[in-house]
């Protein structure tokens, strides 16, 4: 003959069994959680006006050389506090360089036709 096995006594657990077998606290099937903590850190606000001094640098170039000073700025801040921003500061970064360097392509070819012209004008007299 073959013995059957017999079930596990139910009273000799302190808890109540759930339907995988692990026992249940006496505080319910779920575990209190802890309280949220605040994992949102804050944005470092020169890489925000790293970015709108940028933005401004379309309207008034000197204010794209402020973005960068800002930006740069902004990213030190960011690597020794840990703050958000980062890509704030570098999108100001780009957008304040890219800003400059047509600024600067801009006033050396106007430059060049102001020299052309004045030196056409000298000659043909």
């Not at 801040?77 to 400059?100: F, K, P, T, V």
């Amino acid at each position: 003959m073959t013995e059957t096995p017999t079930p596990p006594d139910d009273t000799s657990t302190s808890g109540s069994q759930t339907r995988g077998g692990a026992q249940e606290s006496s505080q319910g099937p779920y575990a209190p959680t802890p309280p949220a903590q605040d994992t949102h850190a804050s944005t470092n606000l020169m890489a925000v006006a790293a970015f709108a001094l940028s933005v401004l640098g379309c309207l008034l170039a000197p204010a794209a050389l402020g973005g960068v000073v800002c930006g740069h700025i902004a990213r030190s801040q960011i690597r020794r506090s840990g703050e958000a921003g980062d890509s704030w500061a570098l999108a100001g970064l780009i957008l304040g360089y890219l800003l400059i360097a047509l600024s600067l392509a801009g006033l050396l070819m106007f430059g060049g036709m102001m020299l052309t012209m004045f030196g056409i004008m000298a000659f043909s007299t």
